[in-house]
C-alpha cells in the first residue's frame, strides 16, 4: 500500500491530557468524580473535530461554565503565527457546548488546533487551552486514505470499567492514526441504565462509573445529556477524539431501542413517564446535535439533518444515512408496496442522486441497520422486524423494496465502487451480495462489512436473509448472549484505500487492534 506513513501526533496532545487529568478515575471510583469550579472555564470534556473536508472542519469543546470559544490552528504544535476563530458564546442553553467551524484551511495538511475557553465578562480570564490535530482532506490522489468504523457504546449495562482501563478499544484505534473515525450509531444507550456493579462469569464482577443521569433510562433532555456526557469521563475516548476526526450517524439507542416514528411506548414499561417517542426523539436530537460536530445539524434546531455526504478527496465520499427518522413503523415486514421504507422517499432520492454524481473511485455508504443480516423487533410483544431483512428468502417485501429499488438503480447508472459498512448487531463479518444466489436479481454484486460493538454486550451472529444473495465470507461472533467486554468480542474495522493503485483494503480487527479478516477490493471493476 503507498499510504503516507503514520505521522507522529501524539506530542500534540498534550494540552488534551491535561484535561483529562481532571477526570482520571482511579481503579477503585465507581462513581464520576465531582468537579471543583476555579475562577476560569475548564474544558473538562476534551475537544473533538468532525466533517473535516480539504479546506473545513468542525471544532467542538464543552464548558464547565459560561464562556466564549476561541480556536487558534497552526501548521505546528508550537502555534507559531496562528490563526484565531472566534466561536461562540456558550451557555444553558447548548449545556454549554459549542462548535465552531472552520475555513480556508489548506488542504492535506496537518492541523494543529487548541481551544481557548474566555470569560464572557472579562475576556483576560481564561482557561488552559486544549489541543487536538487533524488531517484535511488530500486532492491528490495519490496520498490515499485510511478511516475505521465501529458502534455501540456503553450499552447493555456495561459501562466504563476502571479496573479493565476503560474503553481500551480506542487505544487500539489511535495507534492505526487513521485519517477520520465513522461511527455507525447506538453512540450512546439512553436506555440503558447503569448499575454500580454487574455480575460476571465464573463469580467475577463488573464495575461501573455511574453517574446520576445513567440512573435511569433517558427521558428529560438533561437526562439526553448527561448520557452523552457519561462517555466523554474515559480517558481513553477523550484521547481519541483529540487525536481523530469523526464522521458521526445516529441508531436507535440515542432514543430508545428498535424506535421508529409516531411510536407510543406500552403501559407495560414503566421505565417511562413520556410514552411518546417522537418527544424523546426530539430531545434526544437536540442533545445529539450538541455534543458532536456535524455539518448542518445545528443545536437545538428543527432543520438540518443527520444523512449528508462527507468528501474525502478523489478516491472516497461517504454516504451518511439516517434509518431512523424517516422509517416506516417496525412490523412483520411483508407487504408487497411499501413506499416509505427505512429511509423514507426524500432520503432515498437524495441517496440516488449523489451516488450518481459522485465522481469518487469508492463510494461508501454508511448504514446503521444491516442490509441482508434478520434483526428482530420483540419489544412491543409481537414478532416485528427491525432492519431491512425479515428472514423470507424469496423476492423483495417490505422494506426490501426500497433497497432493490436502489441496488437497480446503482447497477442501471452504472455506479461502480459502492460498499456498505455498519455496526449494530454486536459482532462483525463480512457478507458478499450476489445475484446469482438471490431471489431478485437485477444489481451487481458488493460486498457490506459489519463491526462493533466498541463496549457494550456481544451477540451471537444474526441470521442471513437470502433475497439479495448473501453469502456470509466471514464472522466472529460468541454463541451466547450479552457477553461482557471483559470476555472479548469487541470490534472495529479498518478501510485503507491505496492511493497509488485505488486497491480498498477492509480488514476487521478485535479490541486490541489484532486482523481478524481481511479483503481487498479493486476499482472500476463490476462484480468483485
Known sequence: MSHRPFPARRSVLRGSLAASAALTLPTALVSAPAF???????????????????????????????????????????????????????????????????????????????????????????????????????????????????????????????????????????????????????????????????????????????????????????????????????????????????????????????????????????????????????????AFSEYFPITGLRPGAREGRVNRVVRHGPLLDVFVLDMRTYRDPNSPDDQKTDPQGILGREQLEWLKRELAGSRAVWKVIAADMPLGLVVPDTTEGRPNFEAVAQGDPGAPLGRELQIAELLRFVKHRRITGTVWLTADVHHTSAQHYQPSRAAFTDFEPFWEFVSGPLNAGAFPASDLDGTFGPERVFVKAPTASNVSPADGYQFFGEVDIDGGSGELTVRLREQDGSVLFTQTLRPGLVGQ
Open 36 to 286: 471543583t469550579r476555579s475562577g476560569r472555564p475548564e474544558a473538562r470534556w476534551g475537544v473533538q473535530a468532525g466533517d473535516v473536508t480539504a479546506g473545513s472542519g468542525l471544532v467542538w469543546v464543552r464548558s464547565d461554565r459560561p464562556a466564549r470559544m476561541i480556536v487558534e490552528t497552526a501548521a505546528t504544535e508550537s502555534f507559531r503565527n496562528a490563526r484565531r476563530w472566534y466561536g461562540p458564546l456558550l451557555g444553558a442553553g447548548t449545556d454549554f457546548t459549542g462548535t465552531t467551524p472552520l475555513h480556508g484551511l489548506p488542504s492535506g495538511e496537518h492541523i494543529h488546533y487548541r481551544v481557548v475557553l474566555a470569560d464572557p465578562d472579562d475576556p483576560r480570564r481564561s482557561g488552559e487551552p486544549v489541543s487536538g490535530t487533524f488531517r484535511t482532506v488530500p486532492r491528490r490522489r495519490r496520498d490515499g486514505v485510511r478511516f475505521l468504523w465501529s458502534g455501540d457504546l456503553a450499552g447493555q449495562g456495561w459501562g466504563i470499567n476502571p479496573e479493565l482501563g476503560g474503553y481500551r478499544i480506542y487505544e487500539a484505534m489511535a495507534r492505526l492514526d487513521p485519517d477520520f473515525f465513522l461511527c455507525s450509531g447506538d453512540n450512546i444507550y439512553a436506555d440503558g441504565p447503569l448499575a454500580a456493579t454487574q455480575a460476571l462469569p465464573g463469580g467475577r464482577t463488573w464495575r461501573n462509573v455511574t453517574t446520576e443521569e445513567k440512573s435511569k433510562v433517558a427521558e428529560t433532555l438533561a437526562e439526553f445529556r448527561g448520557n452523552f456526557r457519561y462517555n466523554l469521563l474515559d480517558d481513553n475516548l477523550r484521547r481519541f477524539n483529540a487525536q481523530v476526526p469523526s464522521i458521526v450517524q445516529w441508531d436507535d439507542h440515542e432514543v430508545r431501542n428498535n424506535w421508529y416514528p409516531g411510536e407510543v411506548i406500552a403501559d407495560s414499561d414503566t421505565r417511562y413517564t413520556e410514552k411518546s417517542v417522537d418527544v424523546l426523539a426530539a430531545r434526544a436530537r437536540r
